[in-house]
């Protein structure tokens, strides 16, 4: 634990993390629930530092089933995803609250929008800085390194934390 920064309560059973624990990582995301043989196994909940969790019945380290809930309350469902989707372009505040009035657009599901730091992308759970390739929280603390395919998704999908001038440009 002291190589990784991580924290687990809990009792151990021939030198490995076994039985009801929390495990907490140095991204202060926590685990509470079942471990055998030093892994998650068994019934347990992921609890990130952004306010969503993940429900689930681990196997071996590994998610068997489970349920994940973002901070607002919006569950994700991969059979009936229907959220930010060609069908229903609404954002989830949007279907719980309404709709914004003709002319004045909703860029984010917060509202409003927090503020991106120049030269940065929002990645939903933190800032990424392509120069350094590190995302980053909401309080510049460290979140991880992004890799080769995160770094072009971002790149391509998220807001970015600077105007810019997009479609026809008249020639002078």
Same mark, same amino acid.
């Given at each position: 634990?002291?190589?990784t920064?991580?924290?687990?309560?809990?009792?151990?059973?021939?030198?490995?993390?076994e039985?009801?624990?929390?495990?907490?990582?140095?991204? #202060?995301?926590?685990?509470? @629930?079942?471990? #055998?043989?030093?892994?998650? %196994? @068994?019934?347990g909940?992921?609890?990130f530092?952004?306010?969503? *969790? %993940?429900?689930? &019945?681990?196997?071996?380290?590994?998610?068997?089933? @489970?349920?994940?809930?973002?901070?607002?309350?919006?569950?994700?469902?991969?059979? %009936?995803?229907?959220?930010?989707?060609?069908?229903?372009? *609404?954002?989830?505040?949007?279907?719980? %609250?309404?709709?914004?009035?003709? @002319?004045?657009s909703?860029?984010?599901?917060?509202?409003?929008?927090? #503020?991106?730091?120049?030269?940065?992308?929002?990645?939903?759970?933190?800032?990424?800085?392509?120069?350094?390739?590190?995302?980053?929280?909401?309080?510049?603390?460290?979140? *991880?390194?992004?890799?080769?395919?995160?770094?072009?998704?971002?790149?391509?999908?998220?807001? #970015?934390?600077?105007?810019? &001038?997009?479609?026809? *440009?008249?020639?002078?």
């Amino acid at each position: 634990m002291e190589y990784t920064g991580s924290q687990y309560i809990g009792e151990y059973v021939d030198g490995r993390m076994e039985g009801v624990a929390e495990y907490i990582l140095p991204t #202060k995301t926590k685990y509470v @629930g079942e471990m #055998k043989d030093g892994m998650f %196994h @068994g019934q347990g909940t992921l609890y990130f530092s952004s306010g969503s *969790r %993940h429900d689930a &019945i681990w196997e071996k380290g590994l998610v068997v089933k @489970g349920t994940y809930t973002f901070s607002d309350g919006l569950q994700f469902d991969a059979q %009936h995803w229907h959220y930010c989707d060609s069908c229903d372009r *609404r954002f989830y505040t949007e279907i719980c %609250h309404g709709l914004k009035p003709a @002319g004045i657009s909703q860029l984010t599901d917060m509202d409003p929008p927090r #503020k991106i730091p120049q030269g940065c992308y929002d990645c939903g759970d933190g800032f990424y800085n392509p120069a350094t390739r590190i995302v980053k929280d909401d309080r510049n603390r460290f979140l *991880r390194n992004a890799d080769d395919d995160e770094h072009e998704w971002i790149i391509r999908t998220c807001r #970015k934390g600077w105007d810019e &001038i997009v479609g026809h *440009r008249p020639k002078l």
